[in-house]
C-alpha cells in the first residue's frame, strides 16, 4: 500500500505560480513512476506530468510543457509540481498517484491521493 497526501493548492491570478508538493509513505513505496494528474469539473482526470523515482526521467502533456516542472527528493519521499504561468485553463483539482509503468493513462497508476485544488481567476 502506498500513502499519498497532496498541499500546495491554492487560489491564483492567472500568470502567477503555483507549487504543489506530494508526500508519499507505506510499504509498496517507493513506486516506480509518480505522476501529477488533474480534473476539472465535468472533465475526465488528464494527465499532467510523470517521472521515474530512481532514475528521473519525465514526460509532460503538451498543455504544460514548458510551464510546470516535476521533480522530487527521495530522501524526503516527496514529490513536487511547479506551475508557472497558470491560465484559467490550469483550473483543476490536481492528484499525485504512484505506479509501475511509464505511462500517461491514469488507470495504469495504482495509488491516488486525495487531491488539492488549483484555480486560477483572470
Known amino acids: 500500500q502506498v500513502h499519498l497526501v497532496e498541499s500546495g493548492g491554492g487560489l491564483v491570478q492567472a500568470g502567477g505560480s503555483l507549487f504543489l508538493s506530494c508526500t508519499a509513505s507505506?510499504?509498496?513505496?517507493?513506486?516506480?513512476?509518480m505522476g501529477w494528474f488533474r480534473q476539472a469539473p465535468g472533465k475526465e482526470r488528464e494527465f499532467v506530468a510523470s517521472?521515474?523515482?530512481?532514475?528521473?526521467?519525465?514526460d509532460y502533456a503538451n498543455s504544460v510543457l514548458g510551464r510546470f516542472t516535476i521533480s522530487k527528493v527521495n530522501a524526503k519521499n516527496t514529490l513536487y509540481l511547479q506551475m508557472n504561468s497558470l491560465k484559467p485553463d490550469d483550473t483543476a483539482v490536481y492528484y499525485c498517484?504512484?505506479?509501475?509503468?511509464?505511462?500517461?493513462?491514469?488507470?495504469?497508476?495504482?495509488?491516488w491521493g486525495h487531491g488539492t485544488q488549483v484555480t486560477v481567476f483572470s
Open positions: 498517484a504512484a505506479g509501475s509503468r511509464r505511462t500517461s493513462n491514469a488507470r495504469n497508476y495504482d495509488y
Open positions: 507505506g510499504r509498496a513505496f517507493p513506486s516506480v513512476f
Open positions: 517521472i521515474h523515482w530512481i532514475g528521473g526521467i519525465t
